[in-house]
């Protein structure tokens, strides 16, 4: 590493590439195109995280099978590359780039500075994403039964922050038996009435 991106370099970073048990030498060289952008380098959720004036620009995180690139408004890249990947269908406004080797990031070095480039664009030009409203995501028939029969349940869904609702709804759903998701409504019903979020 050059010694002006040197400079850069957040010591709890430092701490997370020495404790990394996988993609050690992924993280290294991934870090290595981030900090070359002149962003700010932090730890944040537990992983390296490179901001422009406090807001989030691009994650770097490992899973199981692969390491990636997280970009918080990837949805707005134009990724001529179609290198980019939604975890799920319910992620509206991050994309991944994922790896699975040291050569497979070295060889794409300038495509993810370009990318980074263009995320910092974005970012600049104060574009966002535009997140489905809440009433556009579905309400298991589940948990619509609950809201109609339980006295209560209803005003204490709607008194939620708008996040807090799509986070239940998304929760719920995402189960593939009505079995799973009646447990998990029975769960939660008790974090609604105190007006608690999912991960509250």
Known sequence: MSKDTNAN???KVDAFLGRAKNWQKEFGALREIALA???????KWGQPCYTLENANIVLI?????????LFFKGALLKDPNNILVQQTENVQAARQIRFTSVQQIEKMKTTLKA???EAIAIEKSGLTVEFKKTDEFAVPEEFQRQLDETPGLKDAFEALTPGRQRGY??????????KTREARIEKCIPMIFDGLGLND
């Not at 952008?37 to 730890?43: A, F, I, K, Y």
């Open 9 to 11: 370099t957040n010591p």
């Open 37 to 43: 952008s002149n962003l700010t380098e932090d730890l």
């Open 61 to 69: 995180h490992g899973f199981k099978e692969y390491c990636a690139f």
């Open 115 to 117: 990318y980074i480039r």
């Open 169 to 178: 709804l998304l929760h719920f759903s995402s189960a593939k038996q009505s």
